[in-house]
């Protein structure tokens, strides 16, 4: 494919070789609609796939959120109802969804079968381009809201999106972060809440509902990415046959207009008997600019990493001693069109709460004038270089790109511009010694015209102060279609000084990974509980060559993540044996090797135990974890216990991670 080809109705517009992808990136656009159309045209076998539509909200309806549920409720050509629980009976996906986001909606899977993702992309095309629920009213009913009436009681709200927003906002974190967007945007759609407040969702009518449909969900507005290893011709030609050759050229959305600045303040009540006495909750707000410079945007993520990223990161640190709280969080909404940091204390009291704002401009005062350090600042470029490189994390890497490319489409942003980080990280290197990063500082926290402060305080009863076609099932696959070979890498087994290597040559863009097993099955079994803990410790206590303060910047200067744990393996040769093993994970840029084994290493045999307090600490911590996971994940901790009865891999892990665990 070539700039000016045409393609089964769709031209080459622009085309780019992309490093950080290993392969073109391709911008296309439909002829006869304006549909939009992004291929990443590289070897991955993982395929993925998105279609997504701006969609911008006018009031807190939810009404986009309601439509992301209801398309997924049977089409023209898959009736069934059922439909997006029953496509992972019939396919090979690893990965499918549809997320709601404040200004565009989407819809994406990854399979790496090449007949799964043709029937997938069918299923998620016919969804969203000819669903039933344009003609079944009770989908909407049942998605968005109704009412229903139970043993003659009084009727009541409900509906799947009413349902669930009612525990989005059963948390402070989420009333609060709602609270910081009415602050910063005012006057523009995120104001509103894109999933839906539970007291406006009722409000809209199903007329209304089908309007917005037909305004933003038509082919004018949007966007489709390819990525991957795939027959682009083929799916290309199946898209404009099938799908969008069959429409008309509309008027697509417009990004969500630019907010002037402001000096928000906002002061919300939450009801203590509903919620609980937790304190005050306070936020401080500061614009970053425009999304659509992605230079910068990387830069306040370096920043923010440098002076924030640990508790021992030198901003955050002097937060919590001049407050004199234990704890303190922050984070950067991005992804539209004003990005924003935020930084926000917990459960404290008003007085704290009217000091952060002060605390925050007094910090940032200090780190302008005595420089933030340029080993800080060069271990935070590293760490975050290092993030870029391993994309992906728990969803497939070419889920991580369809998603980002199609937040740029909806800011207006092209898609290498999403992409490609490695001249940006090479240029922020070059500007630590010019004092770049302290001038960003300084216009963030004290030259802003843009922030906000938010409080939420507890009080007493706080809301009373305010043409027929055939249809088909789910397409599935045929035993034939399951027999493709799945690759797998080639292991090389060498002997070395008695140690076992297992290494394995794959593309991973720069980044190494390594896996270090130390066999413990020896160990008494009263004494595995301790190895659990002396695996947690790790990172978290000063060695016998750094402080912890020294240590967190070697650790973001060399690595990229570390892990250690227990872990344990059935023997092949005899299943009612198992051997424990101590764990540790290493990933880090290949660049930075030696240096990477030579801090695992002083981790392991040189962390300095005698600090009881810290010890204490992780060990209360450990129980709260279990105690939540109780909660959330009783049925598991369950299985567990029971697994542990009849299996010795079962009894083995109930001893580190399980009930019997907790117990001691």
Same mark, same amino acid.
């Given at each position: 494919?070539?700039?000016?080809?045409?393609?089964?109705?769709?031209?080459?517009?622009? /085309?780019?070789?992309?490093?950080?992808?290993?392969?073109?990136?391709?911008?296309?656009?439909?002829?006869?609609?304006?549909?939009?159309?992004?291929?990443?045209?590289?070897?991955?076998?993982? /395929?993925?796939? =998105?279609?997504?539509?701006?969609?911008?909200?006018?009031?807190?309806?939810?009404?986009?959120?309601?439509?992301?549920?209801?398309?997924?409720?049977?089409?023209?050509?898959?009736?069934?109802?059922?439909?997006?629980?029953?496509?992972?009976?019939?396919?090979?996906?690893?990965?499918?969804?549809?997320? %709601?986001?404040?200004?565009?909606?989407?819809?994406?899977?990854?399979?790496?079968?090449?007949?799964?993702?043709?029937?997938?992309?069918?299923?998620?095309?016919?969804?969203?381009? $000819?669903?039933?629920?344009?003609?079944? #009213?009770?989908?909407?009913?049942?998605?968005?809201?109704?009412?229903?009436?139970?043993?003659?009681?009084?009727?009541?709200?409900?509906?799947?999106?009413?349902?669930?927003? #009612?525990?989005?906002?059963?948390?402070?974190?989420?009333?609060?972060?709602?609270?910081?967007? /009415?602050?910063?945007?005012?006057?523009?759609?995120?104001?509103?809440?894109?999933?839906?407040?539970?007291?406006?969702?009722?409000?809209?009518?199903?007329?209304?509902?089908?309007?917005?449909?037909?305004?933003?969900?038509?082919?004018?507005?949007?966007?489709?990415?390819?990525?991957?290893?795939?027959? %682009?011709?083929?799916?290309?030609?199946?898209?404009?046959?099938?799908?969008?050759? #069959?429409? *008309?050229?509309?008027?697509?959305?417009?990004?969500?207009?630019?907010? *002037?600045?402001?000096?928000?303040?906002?002061?919300?009540?939450?009801?203590?008997?509903?919620?609980?006495?937790?304190?005050?909750?306070?936020? $401080?707000?500061?614009?970053?600019?425009?999304?659509?410079?992605?230079?910068?945007?990387?830069?306040?993520?370096?920043?923010?990493?440098?002076?924030?990223?640990?508790?021992?990161?030198?901003?955050?640190?002097?937060?919590?001693?001049?407050?004199?709280?234990?704890?303190?969080?922050?984070?950067?909404?991005?992804?539209?069109?004003?990005?924003?940091?935020?930084?926000?204390?917990?459960?404290?009291?008003?007085?704290?709460?009217?000091?952060?704002?002060?605390? !925050?401009?007094?910090?940032?005062?200090?780190?302008?004038?005595?420089?933030?350090?340029?080993?800080?600042?060069?271990?935070?470029?590293?760490?975050?270089?290092?993030?870029?490189?391993?994309?992906?994390?728990?969803?497939?890497?070419? !889920?991580?790109?369809?998603?980002?490319?199609?937040?740029?489409?909806?800011?207006?942003?092209?898609?290498?511009?999403?992409?490609?980080?490695?001249?940006?990280?090479? #240029?922020?290197?070059?500007?630590?010694?010019?004092?770049?990063?302290?001038?960003?500082?300084?216009?963030?926290?004290?030259?802003?015209?843009?922030?906000?402060?938010?409080?939420?305080?507890?009080?007493?009863?706080?809301?009373?102060?305010?043409?027929?076609?055939?249809?088909?099932?789910?397409?599935?696959?045929?035993?034939?279609?399951?027999?493709?070979? *799945?690759?797998?890498?080639?292991?090389?087994?060498?002997?070395?000084?008695?140690?076992?290597?297992?290494?394995?040559?794959?593309?991973?863009?720069?980044?190494?990974?390594?896996?270090?097993?130390?066999?413990?099955?020896?160990?008494?079994?009263?004494?595995?509980?301790?190895?659990?803990?002396?695996?947690?410790?790790?990172?978290?206590?000063?060695?016998?060559?750094?402080?912890?303060?020294?240590?967190?910047?070697?650790?973001?200067?060399? =690595?990229?993540?570390?892990?250690?744990?227990?872990?344990?393996?059935?023997?092949?040769?005899?299943?009612?044996?198992?051997?424990?093993?101590?764990?540790?994970?290493?990933?880090?840029?290949?660049?930075?090797?030696?240096?990477?084994? *030579?801090?695992?290493?002083?981790?392991?045999?040189?962390?300095?135990?005698?600090?009881?307090?810290?010890?204490?600490?992780? !060990?209360?911590?450990?129980?709260?974890?279990?105690?939540?996971?109780?909660?959330?994940?009783?049925?598991?901790?369950?299985?567990?216990?029971?697994?542990?009865?009849?299996?010795?891999?079962?009894?083995?892990?109930?001893?580190?991670?399980?009930?019997?665990?907790?117990?001691?």
């Amino acid at each position: 494919m070539e700039i000016g080809e045409k393609i089964y109705g769709f031209e080459v517009k622009e /085309k780019k070789y992309v490093r950080e992808v290993e392969g073109n990136i391709i911008q296309m656009e439909h002829l006869s609609t304006g549909a939009q159309v992004i291929v990443i045209d590289n070897q991955d076998v993982k /395929k993925s796939f =998105l279609v997504g539509f701006r969609t911008i909200p006018k009031d807190s309806t939810g009404v986009f959120h309601i439509l992301e549920h209801s398309v997924l409720n049977g089409s023209r050509r898959y009736p069934d109802k059922s439909m997006f629980v029953n496509l992972m009976k019939h396919s090979m996906a690893e990965f499918v969804n549809a997320i %709601t986001y404040p200004d565009h909606t989407v819809y994406p899977f990854c399979t790496e079968n090449d007949k799964d993702f043709m029937n997938l992309m069918d299923v998620y095309l016919n969804a969203v381009f $000819c669903p039933n629920v344009l003609t079944d #009213k009770e989908i909407f009913e049942q998605e968005g809201w109704h009412f229903q009436c139970e043993d003659g009681k009084n009727p009541e709200i409900s509906g799947v999106v009413y349902n669930e927003m #009612k525990g989005v906002f059963s948390s402070l974190d989420s009333i609060l972060e709602d609270e910081i967007s /009415k602050a910063m945007f005012p006057e523009t759609a995120y104001r509103f809440v894109s999933g839906g407040f539970p007291d406006t969702i009722p409000a809209l009518s199903y007329e209304e509902f089908l309007e917005y449909y037909r305004t933003f969900y038509n082919a004018s507005n949007c966007c489709i990415v390819l990525y991957g290893r795939m027959n %682009t011709e083929q799916i290309l030609e199946y898209i404009d046959k099938v799908y969008l050759g #069959k429409m *008309k050229r509309s008027e697509p959305a417009k990004p969500v207009m630019l907010q *002037k600045p402001v000096k928000g303040i906002r002061n919300k009540l939450y009801d203590k008997e509903k919620f609980g006495n937790q304190g005050v909750f306070a936020s $401080c707000t500061y614009s970053l600019g425009d999304f659509d410079n992605r230079e910068r945007m990387n830069a306040v993520y370096i920043l923010m990493q440098a002076i924030m990223g640990e508790d021992e990161a030198p901003m955050k640190k002097g937060l919590i001693q001049s407050l004199g709280i234990p704890e303190i969080q922050y984070f950067i909404m991005d992804g539209i069109r004003q990005p924003y940091f935020a930084i926000k204390i917990k459960n404290t009291d008003k007085e704290t709460a009217g000091r952060l704002k002060m605390a !925050i401009t007094e910090q940032a005062d200090r780190l302008c004038r005595e420089g933030i350090g340029e080993e800080v600042l060069v271990s935070a470029i590293n760490r975050l270089e290092f993030w870029m490189r391993e994309k992906g994390g728990s969803w497939p890497e070419g !889920i991580e790109y369809v998603l980002d490319i199609a937040g740029g489409w909806t800011q207006g942003t092209g898609p290498c511009e999403m992409i490609e980080f490695e001249e940006t990280y090479v #240029k922020m290197r070059t500007l630590v010694k010019e004092g770049y990063f302290e001038a960003l500082l300084k216009k963030i926290f004290l030259e802003n015209a843009h922030e906000a402060e938010v409080f939420l305080e507890p009080f007493e009863n706080a809301e009373e102060k305010g043409q027929e076609e055939e249809t088909e099932d789910l397409p599935g696959l045929s035993a034939d279609d399951l027999l493709h070979k *799945k690759e797998e890498p080639l292991t090389r087994v060498e002997e070395e000084s008695g140690i076992t290597y297992l290494k394995q040559e794959l593309p991973s863009k720069g980044v190494v990974y390594q896996s270090y097993y130390f066999d413990i099955s020896e160990l008494e079994p009263e004494k595995v509980p301790y190895a659990k803990l002396f695996s947690e410790l790790l990172g978290i206590l000063p060695t016998r060559m750094h402080s912890l303060e020294e240590l967190v910047i070697e650790k973001n200067m060399w =690595l990229g993540n570390v892990r250690t744990y227990l872990e344990a393996y059935t023997n092949t040769d005899d299943i009612r044996h198992v051997r424990l093993k101590f764990v540790m994970d290493i990933s880090c840029l290949e660049q930075n090797l030696l240096r990477a084994v *030579k801090l695992g290493e002083e981790l392991l045999y040189n962390t300095i135990l005698e600090h009881p307090e810290v010890i204490l600490k992780r !060990i209360r911590q450990s129980r709260m974890e279990l105690e939540r996971g109780f909660v959330i994940s009783g049925n598991s901790y369950a299985s567990g216990r029971a697994a542990a009865h009849y299996m010795t891999e079962g009894a083995a892990r109930e001893r580190y991670s399980g009930i019997l665990y907790y117990q001691s």
